[in-house]
């Protein structure tokens, strides 16, 4: 996380989408703004705020609507942002905000290793081998994510007010794990209800991602500890692909029997499209349970919205049409063309 700079609220009202007056021990993320068709970017400098020129490359910025059409709106991170980036928060949602960018770029260098195998088939075996350490990599920073969540809704919850006061909060772990999981069983709704004192809503919430959290965290762990590596990739014409058979992928559903090659190997490419997409889900479902458990303040740019821009934000976009269509790489509209 970048260093922080304290900037005066007398300086502040120079921005004039800032609700200054109401920022209640709030951290400001970004001073990047896009309205009326053109940029507004603050710096902090020895002299105060100065407006400069420019466009950000990969960044955060507020706007009405999106400036470009691969610039990508997350209701968690605009909530957060808006309304719970109090500082003890800041450096797990930064942290996030850094693992979606990652996503994004590891789905591109998929798209890169396929090129390679198209041009140059005599390196399929070591090609197969990039393929391998980069979904595990996906599987890492997934599982990591959810603890960065878990730091955040511990964070969020020493210092903010239920709707529900009769509650008398505990600490929560900074684990995801240790919340929805009883050693290696998936604890019920009721009983992390009772355990750790929280919100039936709350709760619930855990229950629903318990699940997939205990998928990732089991595959990274058997890399990670047990020596196991993704060898089941194979690298075809089409692009990267895996048995259907092969668990947990064949239980995701993402997979058409029209788009299986003859031996029944599937495309890779709904699968870590179905892996990140339930990632962030998880956190766009916290941000709207969130709101009904606990009370926040306004929001810190009213009537503004929180969009990301990113070198790899294409990729991200690109998810839901590749669970739709079961894609293989040589049916992507980057690939068009290769050999």
């Not at 719970?84 to 590891?106: Q, V």
């Not at 929280?198 to 965290?217: C, E, I, N, T, W």
């Not at 590596?229 to 259907?244: C, L, P, Q, R, Y």
């Not at 009904?292 to 810190?300: A, D, L």
Request: one cysteine or more; hydrophobic letters at 40%; glycine letters at 6%.
């Amino acid at each position: 996380m970048a260093k922080s700079t304290t900037i005066t609220q007398s300086e502040l009202v120079k921005i004039p989408f800032i609700d200054s007056k109401n920022l209640e021990g709030r951290v400001l993320t970004t001073l990047t703004f896009f309205e009326g068709g053109e940029w507004q970017m603050w710096f902090p400098s020895p002299s105060g705020l100065i407006r400069i020129k420019g466009e950000p490359a990969e960044a955060d910025y507020f706007a009405r609507m999106p400036e470009k059409d691969t610039d990508i709106y997350l209701d968690f991170l605009n909530f957060m942002t808006q309304r719970a980036c109090w500082a003890d928060a800041i450096y797990f949602i930064d942290g996030i905000r850094n693992d979606i960018h990652n996503l994004g770029a590891s789905i591109e260098k998929f798209d890169l290793f396929y090129h390679r195998s198209s041009s140059d088939k005599r390196r399929r075996t070591e090609i197969r081998r990039f393929a391998s350490t980069e979904l595990e990599y996906i599987f890492g920073v997934c599982r990591s994510l959810f603890d960065l969540l878990q730091e955040v809704v511990a964070a969020l919850w020493q210092k903010t007010v239920l709707f529900d006061k009769s509650i008398k909060k505990r600490e929560l772990p900074k684990s995801f794990g240790r919340v929805v999981l009883h050693g290696e069983q998936l604890m019920t709704v009721e009983a992390i209800q009772a355990k750790f004192k929280v919100p039936a809503k709350l709760a619930a919430f855990y229950y629903r991602h318990g699940a997939f959290f205990q998928m990732l965290r089991q595959y990274r762990d058997n890399v990670v500890h047990s020596g196991k590596d993704f060898n089941s990739i194979f690298v075809t014409e089409k692009g990267f692909a895996i048995s259907a058979n092969v668990e947990p992928f064949a239980s995701f559903g993402v997979w058409n029997e029209e788009h299986m090659l003859p031996n029944r190997l599937a495309s890779l490419r709904p699968v870590i499209a179905y892996i990140i997409t339930k990632t962030l889900a998880a956190c766009e479902d916290f941000a709207q349970m969130i709101q009904k458990v606990i009370q926040f303040p306004y929001e810190i740019a009213p009537g503004f919205k929180l969009f990301i821009r990113g070198y790899h934000n294409h990729q991200l976009i690109a998810m839901k049409d590749v669970l739709t269509n079961c894609s293989w790489w040589e049916t992507s509209p980057d690939n068009a063309g290769s050999s």
